[in-house]
């Protein structure tokens, strides 16, 4: 996976408009790693995936993938309680 933009990552991101600092708040992992995970440059280890995954409220393999994106639309609501 290292190497690959993660554009559902990012997708996610903006459809729940929020900013990678915000994440990296929300699940305690500095902004420059989650920003290192989302442009490729490293691969999230799995308790991270996990953290980003949960706290987006969104299936880790979809989130994660890296060869298909799913039409914003198709996102699932943001969880009650989250920004967005």
Do not use: H, Y
Not at 5 to 28: H, T
Not at 42 to 62: K, M, Y
Request: hydrophobic share 45%; aromatic share 4%.
């Amino acid at each position: 996976m290292q190497g690959a933009m993660l554009g559902n990552l990012r997708l996610a991101l903006s459809a729940r408009g929020l900013r990678q600092e915000d994440l990296a708040v929300q699940i305690r992992l500095c902004r420059t790693t989650l920003s290192r995970i989302i442009n490729g440059r490293v691969e999230a280890r799995p308790a991270q995936r996990q953290a980003i995954s949960a706290a987006l409220g969104l299936d880790p393999d979809w989130l994660f993938a890296t060869n298909w994106k799913m039409p914003k639309a198709a996102l699932p609501p943001t969880p009650a309680g989250m920004p967005g």
